[in-house]
């Protein structure tokens, strides 16, 4: 595990504050997230993801083309989305756009695709809520034929049939690494298994360990069609600073506000300072120092049998300056202490 352990970083674009105290213009926002991902690649991390949402929190409504500036500014990490919501998107449309940024990055594009936690994109792009899952059924089914790379005859319910028809551009470089992102919905974990997609774990509340059973289901899914289980990813949010005391203060009042306005349209509850200890404690939020954060991080992901840990760095109006320097702690210090640590665990 310690040598094909991979880490990334995401980022839904959360739009920040400014020296000013005031809130950055959605335009500088995206700017920010493009040298964000710039540091993230010199400092050797594997995978930056960058999410898709419609609402003025968030300043990415169009990962790809923030993900085409980022390639042609880096060398080395891949890219991919974080999550793409398919069911209010073209497959075919999605597809073209993904094989397009693997030949701006020269074969470091990767799709997670999702049915969205967030429902903004079903309005905005004339589709009913009432076809929330019917249409991820129906799209992820076309995708999965996309990306064999063949010319596709396929009929579904939302479009007219496709007969022998090619899809341009080809991906270069085999197959589109093609993740299924998962917030806890067994059915979307057989999904994933079925289709033999990489499974993706969004654990952003409560303890991991709870995501136990939806890893064995997918690998119990796997074993009764007889294909290999793919590869697991962790995606959880979080913070690192110089020490556990000022991770914890400086995250605090940006995390409880953006789950305050998140609850007050969905119905939670407030979330407590001692809420938010808990979650640092034994949730999900990885926040702290480099060694406590690479602790965490190599306590939680064996037993979930994942290979890959994205830590969601970006989180309500938290400043740029501060989400650079927990980018750079995360690259220089928590990736090599996590692979050292989980190096000895091996060698035990």
Not at 198 to 220: M, N, S, W
Not at 228 to 250: C, F, K, L, M
Request: some cysteine; overall charge negative.
């Amino acid at each position: 595990m310690a040598q094909s352990f991979e880490f990334g970083l995401d980022t839904f674009g959360d739009v920040t504050r400014g020296p000013d105290g005031n809130l950055l213009p959605q335009a500088q926002v995206i700017r920010n997230v493009v040298a964000e991902a710039v540091l993230a690649d010199e400092l050797g991390v594997d995978f930056f993801g960058v999410g898709e949402h419609h609402r003025d929190d968030f300043a990415v409504s169009a990962p790809e083309v923030v993900l085409g500036a980022i390639a042609a500014r880096t060398s080395r990490i891949r890219l991919g989305s974080a999550v793409t919501v398919l069911s209010s998107d073209d497959p075919i449309r999605v597809y073209q756009r993904f094989s397009t940024l693997n030949a701006l990055s020269n074969g470091r594009a990767e799709i997670i695709l999702g049915r969205g936690s967030f429902t903004e994109s079903f309005p905005l792009f004339g589709h009913p809520l009432s076809q929330y899952d019917m249409l991820f059924d129906d799209k992820i089914a076309l995708f999965a034929a996309l990306i064999e790379e063949q010319p596709v005859t396929w009929q579904g319910q939302f479009r007219t049939p496709l007969v022998n028809q090619p899809v341009y551009p080809p991906f270069e470089t085999g197959k589109l690494t093609t993740w299924i992102g998962v917030g806890g919905a067994p059915e979307s974990v057989a999904r994933a298994a079925l289709y033999g997609f990489p499974l993706a774990l969004g654990i952003i509340g409560g303890d991991p360990r709870l995501f136990i059973p939806l890893v064995e289901l997918y690998r119990r899914v796997c074993a009764e069609i007889d294909k290999p289980v793919p590869a697991i990813a962790v995606h959880s949010p979080g913070y690192v600073a110089a020490s556990d005391a000022q991770a914890r203060e400086e995250f605090w009042p940006d995390y409880q506000r953006m789950v305050a306005r998140l609850g007050a349209e969905r119905g939670w509850p407030p979330m407590t300072r001692a809420d938010y200890e808990r979650e640092i404690e034994a949730g999900a939020l990885y926040v702290g120092a480099p060694e406590t954060v690479a602790r965490k991080i190599v306590t939680n992901a064996p037993p979930l049998g994942a290979c890959q840990f994205h830590l969601k760095y970006s989180t309500g109006q938290l400043p740029h300056e501060k989400l650079m320097r927990c980018i750079e702690l995360f690259g220089r210090e928590v990736i090599p202490l996590a692979r050292e640590m989980l190096a000895s665990a091996v060698t035990a």
